[in-house]
């Protein structure tokens, strides 16, 4: 398996509160994303990245926000935690373009 | 239309059947294709690949047609362990852009 671990793995927020979810990978992945996912939705992009410090939307990305310093770390930030966004999140990476993703054991979260 | 579609199942079937899923997308540009595994409030794993020309992994055969845009996996002699969701991926197809599209995924619970 990938070596890829996401934290916190559970956490309970209160609405308005500033949420902020890391993933890090020890496989050297140019490609890293989050995912959201929820009953009757499957997993739904939210922002992915394609390089250190170069990100993209996707298609549910308001409300969140990404960043990437360094290879291995992806963060997910919710600026303002909504009870819409109470979700379970993945992220997944990998090496290049069309590749096979791994993914993380997923964070759940639960807003008050 | 989704872009990616599935038969929700559940598929209950006996312990040594054979089952079918498939799963249609709407890109024609896409060039990746896979099954991914996801058991109940775990991360989905690659099940397999999809090839142009077919692919066997024991039990598992996944056939790509790319005329009709849909994919499909067939499980022989059906294992209690079997018993999850199916989930068919797609890359996105638009040059550029390494998005992967995931249908909403099909329940198998294989009865003892």
């Known amino acids: 398996d990938a070596g890829i671990t996401q934290s916190p793995r559970h956490k309970v927020t209160e609405t308005g509160t500033p949420v902020t979810l890391r993933c890090h990978q020890t496989?050297?992945?140019?490609?890293m994303y989050w995912y959201r996912q929820d009953p009757g939705h499957g997993l739904r992009l939210i922002h992915y990245?394609?390089?250190?410090?170069?990100?993209d939307k996707g298609e549910v990305s308001d409300g969140y926000s990404v960043s990437r310093s360094k290879t291995e770390d992806f963060l997910l930030t919710l600026e303002s935690a909504t009870s819409s966004q109470t979700s379970v999140y993945f992220c997944a990476s990998n090496l290049g373009g069309g590749e096979t993703q791994y993914f993380g054991p997923g964070t759940r979260l639960l807003v008050l | 239309r989704k872009e990616v579609e599935q038969d929700p199942g559940p598929f209950n079937v006996p312990e040594g059947a054979t089952v079918a899923f498939n799963c249609t997308y709407s890109?024609?540009?896409?060039?990746?294709f896979f099954w991914y595994r996801q058991d109940c409030r775990k991360e989905p794993k690659l099940l397999m690949s999809v090839y142009s020309s077919g692919n066997e992994d024991g039990r598992f055969t996944a056939q790509l047609n790319r005329a009709s845009q849909y994919i499909s996996l067939l499980i022989r002699d059906s294992k209690l362990s079997d018993s999850a969701t199916y989930l068919c991926?797609?890359?996105?197809?638009?040059?550029?852009?390494?998005?992967?599209?995931f249908g909403t995924g099909t329940r198998l619970k294989v009865l003892a």
């Open positions: 890109n024609s540009a896409s060039q990746s």
């Open positions: 990245s394609y390089g250190v410090k170069d990100t």
């Open positions: 991926v797609v890359n996105d197809g638009t040059s550029g852009t390494y998005k992967y599209i």
């Open positions: 496989e050297n992945h140019r490609y």
